[in-house]
């Protein structure tokens, strides 16, 4: 694994020359990631303050060292809220400094060891079902978290849901001013988006545009002023407070893997305009070595910001530069201007983070009908998922969904395994057919196995294999092509109980379409003992080849031992 240096290093020489169009594109994902950041914070309980730093130093390590040219590496809603879920299962106060520098470098070295350990494939096993539910979750959990930033009310009741519930019977009691100017905030930017060339920057428009109209108008909301003052300053160093690590030991995972888990994503969406190849490994790295270096800076926990980077690439952004001049521009705005962003009144950010909430949601819309459409086991999934996720713990929601993405995965892989006849007609074609339930005396049958051979679906497998009691001078051929190079012990275990039961009724199994890897496991295995001379026909780039050539050996040794038997006029001797 290469070193912080190293990888930065080489994403310096790869940066090239910045085009124009990366200027803006960052220029605009910076001004952007005020609102956004700030807004996320605030959700979650943070300092605001920290919003906007995690849009600084992590996003310029990130886009110098990532394998996915256009990500942005920054705060997002999702871990916004499982960070301040983590910290508050752990009694830690999530506006303390030393506590946030914590949580983010544990993210990162979290983040480094499964970059380190190649786990990037593990996201594969997370279905879509449950990130579904999990995102839909998280987006009402948004929604809820800015109801009294919006309207002045802030909701009761022990999950989302029930809050939710409240702050709708409770209409009564929003304020007016506040309610007002997040409505003028969400009608602003709808306006913004009608116009095509200002859909990128439409939440951007619509902040600068109310927030003019608060002060001009002396309108009488809270604003950002009233929970922190942004100090026309850099991010300082901040040491973690190492007494926590203990506390966080668990929660730190939860963080990474939904940091990690939404990064994925981004990489199918935005291939790299170079045309060189992503790698989610070195994706897992490059957030943490962000997270390192910012949570040594003030900066919350970060991973690859979909919603940032969609800015980014609608902006123009054509290369990595465009996320480092967006951390570079903001750090920019918060030492010049910092002022004027604490005149943004909260209304104006829970109109903004309500439109927020709702594009997820409207984003999902499809994904939903999708699964419920698919199987009622994952339609399951996801709706267990997003009940867990706004009415537990994030970090618990992480595990009970990832629960259920194993099982799901266990189900579905046990009901796709099959076993078929494969049956060759005298003009040389192959059908497929069910398999016989009983193998004659004298028989060849050939049957092809399809699964993964987990063994959750070995039991269904056996029950379909034929009986044999009858075996004398039987030889059933399996075709096992998909078998993986190392299958459970489960199935060879099958194997070897399924060919001793042959021979002892005076048949045998021949096993066709064998791997190198597989054949050596066989041999160590001794089963391939068992099977005897010829009982391994090995893979080759002929698809049919060795099942010919199994097919001919196996005609002649039951011809050599079956006993005759009487047989209709006409019927073949051999059936395939």
């Known amino acids: 694994m290469p070193g912080p240096w190293t990888a930065l290093r080489r994403g310096a020489r790869r940066l090239g020359k910045p085009k124009p169009s990366d200027l803006g594109s960052g220029a605009v994902t910076g001004l952007f990631s005020i609102p956004e950041g700030m807004a996320y914070a605030s959700i979650a309980g943070f300092n605001p303050v920290a919003g906007l730093y995690a849009g600084v130093v992590p996003a310029i390590v990130g886009s110098l060292t990532s394998r996915t040219v256009l990500m942005v590496t920054t705060l997002t809603s999702a871990i916004a809220l499982t960070s301040q879920s983590v ?124 927030t003019a109209g608060v002060v001009l108008f002396g309108t009488d909301v809270e604003s950002v002023r009233d929970i922190a003052s942004i100090p026309a300053a850099l991010p300082s160093f901040t040491a973690p407070g190492l007494s926590a690590v203990p506390d966080l030991a668990w929660g730190t995972v939860s963080v990474a893997l939904v940091a990690l888990a939404q990064a994925a994503g981004i990489a199918p969406s935005m291939p790299n305009p170079d045309g060189t190849r992503s790698d989610i490994n070195g994706d897992f790295r490059s957030q943490g070595y962000a997270n390192l270096a910012g949570g040594l800076f003030q900066a919350l926990p970060s991973g690859g910001s979909m919603s940032r980077t969609g800015v980014a690439v609608s902006a123009g952004a054509r290369t990595r530069w465009a996320g480092i001049v967006s951390g570079v521009f903001l750090a920019l705005v918060v030492l010049l201007c910092g002022s004027l962003a604490e005149r943004i009144p909260m209304p104006v950010i829970g109109g903004l983070i309500l439109v927020v909430g709702g594009e997820l949601v409207r984003g999902k819309r499809h994904d939903i009908l999708l699964v419920f459409r698919t199987s009622w086991m994952s339609a399951g999934a996801m709706v267990l998922t997003f009940l867990a996720t706004t009415q537990l713990p994030l970090q618990q929601a992480i595990v009970l969904g990832a629960v259920l993405s194993l099982l799901l995965y266990c189900a579905q892989s046990a009901r796709q395994a099959k076993l078929v006849a494969l049956v060759r007609r005298d003009s040389g074609r192959w059908e497929t057919a069910e398999p016989p339930k009983a193998l004659a005396p004298g028989t060849v049958t050939v049957l092809d196995y399809a699964g993964s051979s987990f063994f959750a679906e070995l039991p269904r497998i056996e029950t379909r294999l034929p009986a044999t009691d009858e075996a004398r001078g ?48 066989l041999e160590r295995s001794g089963v391939a003992a068992r099977l005897g001379d010829g009982g391994i026909v090995p893979a080759a780039p002929d698809l049919f080849g060795p099942l010919d050539a199994a097919l001919d050996d196996a005609r002649r040794w039951a011809s050599a031992r079956a006993p005759e038997q009487p047989r209709p006029p006409g019927s073949p001797r051999h059936p395939a």
């Open 87 to 210: 910290l508050s299962e752990a009694g830690l106060d999530p506006k303390d400094a030393g506590n946030v520098a914590l949580l983010t470098v544990m993210v990162g070295v979290v983040m480094l060891l499964m970059g380190a350990l190649r786990l990037g494939a593990v996201m594969s096993f997370v279905s879509n079902a449950v990130m579904t539910g999990f995102s839909t979750g998280i987006a009402l959990q948004i929604i809820a978290g800015v109801l009294k930033d919006a309207t002045g009310y802030g909701p009761r009741g022990h999950n989302k849901l029930h809050q939710l519930g409240d702050w709708l019977w409770h209409i009564g009691d929003w304020q007016l001013a506040a309610t007002l100017t997040a409505l003028a905030t969400i009608a602003v930017w709808a306006l913004a988006r009608t116009v095509k060339r200002l859909r990128p920057v439409a939440l951007l428009i619509a902040m600068v545009a109310v």
């Open 474 to 521: 039987a030889v059933l051929i399996l075709v096992v092509r998909t078998l993986p190079d190392v299958p459970s012990s489960a199935m060879l275990g099958l194997l070897d109980r399924f060919a001793n039961a042959l021979a002892d009724r005076g048949g045998r199994l021949v096993l066709c379409g064998v791997h190198p890897s597989l054949v050596r496991l």
